[in-house]
Every structure is written in structure tokens, then in C-alpha cells.
């Protein structure tokens, strides 16, 4: 499965933006999907994560209640909805298709070529 992420951009803190990454074949349904980020220097880390069908999500805990990653298996795509965004949150953020809900990078063997996300104060 090829991705292709995008959606991103440079906001304000408070503001929001939503991530897209669209996947090519006929196979994305049966793929848990990821969302993780790399911050400059800093290693790859954990966003979110959803089941196959869309009933199963997991977050890390500094993005619970404000950001939401859901999926249409009808259009091949993965979305990342990211509200109340802080400067922290600023990273190159990259989506994932693999074999488990998991917070590992080690679950996903497909990754998206990363969209930046920029917020400033």
C-alpha cells in the first residue's frame, strides 16, 4: 500500500487543521492505520491509531480530547483532526498503515512520505 499524507500548515496555537493520507489499492481495509510525529532532533513518537473498521482508537496522552483520527474505508483515507493545537504539537507528522493497533512503529510497515505541521505562539 502506497501513502500519501497531507493537510498541513503553519497556524496559530488554538487553532485547528485536519490531516488527510490517502492510501492507493484495494487492500486499506484491512489495515490499522497510525498517525505518529518527529519534532526536530527528536525521535518518532506515537499520535493515534485506529482498528480496521473505525470502532477502535487509541492517543497518546498529550493529544486526548483534542485531537481525533478516524478513517473512510470508502475513499481509502485516514484523517487526523487536530483541535487547540500548541506549539509543541509542531512536527512532521506521518501516517502508517500496519498490522496491529499498537503504539509501536515497529507494527507499521507502510509509512506516508509526512506533512509538517508548524504552530506558532
Known amino acids: 500500500v502506497q501513502l500519501q499524507a497531507s493537510g498541513g500548515g503553519l497556524v496559530q496555537a488554538g487553532d485547528s487543521l485536519r490531516l488527510s493520507c490517502a492510501a492507493s489499492g484495494r487492500t486499506f481495509s484491512t489495515y490499522y492505520m497510525g498517525w505518529f510525529r518527529q519534532a526536530p532532533g527528536k525521535e518518532r513518537e506515537f499520535v493515534a491509531a485506529i482498528s480496521r473498521g473505525g470502532t477502535s482508537t487509541v492517543y497518546t496522552d498529550s493529544v486526548k480530547g483534542r485531537f481525533t483520527i478516524s478513517r473512510d474505508n470508502a475513499k481509502n483515507t485516514v484523517y487526523l483532526q487536530m483541535n487547540s493545537l500548541k506549539p509543541e504539537d509542531t512536527a512532521v507528522y506521518y501516517c502508517?498503515?500496519?498490522?496491529?493497533?499498537?503504539?509501536?512503529?515497529?507494527?507499521?510497515?507502510?509509512w506516508g512520505q509526512g506533512t509538517q505541521v508548524t504552530v506558532s505562539s
Open positions: 502508517a498503515a500496519g498490522s496491529a493497533l499498537s503504539r509501536k512503529l515497529s507494527a507499521y510497515g507502510y
